[in-house]
């Protein structure tokens, strides 16, 4: 059986207004916030930089492991959504595995999630910091930008949860008007033939050089793990279910528009640039962006799309800063984590938590002071990984609650995840197929060895505050319990 917090259980779907939400929070993330906030998510710097070295990997192809990959996502968004809708929370995914699974795995989910986001944050800032030095060419120093960042970011969270929402809606709108941008521009060199890509733009380019899979099916299921890395993120909407102002409305109208904003933002935009750019003009560590705008002879897109990416970079750190915090105090409320990240501030945000989880962040500062040049690689192994559990916890926990909700044991959500549990068991064994790809692959292994320690120490803190009566089971209040 498993225990867990009356605050959280006793709160239905959407409880909480506009004003204060049911777990202290404040409810003020409106639909335009939480619908800008879900369409970053799936948009980083894995689309903008990462797809090059993808590109040259698996050629046209990638459009096809984009496809897929994104209906796989689109499969754990609505497997979070069946979940949200039984009961938002902030918690989320850690909350959802300490009930349906036990208090142990809300344990590691909650800190990994936590550590996934700290990595991140220090991964992103440490990558606008290098962004920069593309206008000032070394003339201020990488770590002050990178303490610079984070200082702001920090401060911006402190102040409102709308603050960070509007933040993520600008930084998005950056991102989103940067793709329907070269989406247009190539649609008008295809069909009204201007620039200097005119004479070799052709949609044949997607199958010209080699065919559609010119480095064969192996190749296309090498690109697997860079594809799923920009993808993470995309499952930050279930964080802001707690401060969502009606989330029985605007979460699952978010999850919803996943589908096609992955075929625009992603297979769109690869169709269109690779069939004005041939896929061998592609480099591993070259935007695709900037190789297209350089072939259509504009200079002005190298400094866009840098403009682009260090808005990328700032969005996602400032996600860390938001979900960290909240996960912490998640943590603490269940008796998990230091009782002190359970306090607000007067505008509902995580102070302490917020402050420890930003402090951790300022180790980018130093890595950035330290060792300029290598920074982005020492930080970035882990990200993967550690992301990918999250969606591997809400899959597991999404069949049980179904099984659980079908036998009448609770209540069915409003939002139910379509062809479930069969699309759950699918999103299962293709992450499980990445996580093979990425032992295949030598430098995605680092990942997979960091995983193992991760879990050791995880279980070994487990223990020791089970042993100090800590461990959330005992200490909690009952309003629900749950046979896992």
């Given at each position: 059986m498993t225990s867990v917090q009356v605050e959280q259980h006793d709160k239905t779907?959407?409880?909480?207004?506009?004003?204060?939400?049911?777990?202290?929070y404040h409810r003020t993330l409106g639909a335009r916030q939480i619908q800008m906030i879900a369409i970053g998510g799936a948009i980083g710097t894995g689309l903008f930089l990462g797809a090059g070295k993808a590109i040259s990997k698996a050629g046209p192809s990638l459009i096809l492991a984009y496809a897929i990959a994104g209906l796989v996502i689109f499969f754990i968004m609505r497997a979070l959504g069946e979940l949200l809708m039984y009961r938002p929370v902030s918690g989320s995914f850690s909350d959802y595995a300490r009930e349906f699974l036990g208090p142990f795995w809300g344990y590691v989910t909650g800190w990994t999630y936590w550590l996934f986001w700290v990595v991140t944050g220090i991964t992103e800032v440490t990558a606008a910091a290098q962004y920069m030095s593309y206008w000032t060419h070394d003339s201020f120093p990488q770590w002050a930008y990178a303490l610079i960042f984070t200082v702001i970011l920090y401060a911006a969270n402190l102040i409102s949860v709308k603050l960070f929402g509007e933040l993520e809606f600008w930084f998005s709108m950056v991102k989103v008007t940067a793709i329907v941008g070269m989406i247009l521009i190539c649609a008008g060199i295809l069909t009204i033939g201007f620039s200097d890509a005119a004479d070799t733009a052709t949609v044949s380019n997607l199958w010209n050089?080699?065919?559609?899979?010119?480095?064969g099916i192996g190749g296309t299921l090498m690109t697997l793990q860079i594809v799923m890395f920009a993808f993470l993120a995309v499952e930050l909407v279930g964080v802001t279910a707690g401060e969502s102002k009606d989330p029985e409305k605007t979460l699952p109208?978010?999850?919803n528009t996943v589908p096609w904003r992955i075929a625009v933002f992603y297979v769109g935009a690869l169709i269109m640039i690779l069939s004005v750019v041939p896929w061998t003009h592609f480099q591993p560590g070259v935007s695709p962006f900037v190789a297209a705008f350089e072939r259509m002879g504009l200079g002005i897109g190298a400094a866009i799309v840098n403009f682009v990416v260090l808005t990328a970079a700032l969005s996602s750190c400032n996600s860390g800063m938001y979900s960290t915090g909240r996960m912490l105090r998640d943590l603490a409320l269940n008796g998990q984590g230091p009782k002190v990240f359970t306090k607000l501030t007067k505008s509902g945000t995580p102070l302490i938590g917020t402050t420890f989880s930003a402090a951790l962040m300022l180790v980018g500062v130093w890595i950035n002071y330290v060792a300029p040049g290598k920074a982005f690689d020492y930080v970035v192994s882990f990200a993967t990984i550690s992301g990918m559990w999250a969606w591997i916890m809400i899959l597991v926990c999404q069949i049980r609650y179904r099984a659980?909700?079908?036998?009448?044991?609770?209540?069915?959500?409003?939002?139910?995840?379509?062809?479930?549990?069969?699309?759950?068991?699918?999103?299962?064994?293709?992450?499980?197929?990445?996580?093979?790809?990425?032992?295949?692959?030598?430098?995605?292994?680092?990942?997979?060895?960091?995983?193992?320690?991760?879990?050791?120490?995880?279980?070994?803190?487990?223990?020791?505050?089970?042993?100090?009566?800590?461990?959330?089971?005992?200490?909690?209040?009952?309003?629900?319990?749950?046979?896992?």
């Open positions: 779907p959407g409880e909480g207004g506009a004003g204060e939400g049911g777990e202290g050089d080699g065919g559609f899979f010119p480095k109208k978010a999850i659980k909700a079908d036998r009448g044991e609770l209540p069915q959500s409003a939002f139910r995840a379509p062809g479930a549990p069969y699309t759950s068991w699918f999103a299962l064994l293709f992450i499980g197929m990445v996580i093979v790809m990425m032992g295949a692959d030598k430098d995605a292994r680092v990942s997979l060895y960091c995983a193992p320690l991760w879990g050791l120490i995880l279980g070994l803190a487990y223990l020791f505050s089970q042993r100090r009566g800590q461990g959330g089971d005992t200490s909690v209040k009952v309003s629900l319990s749950v046979d896992v």
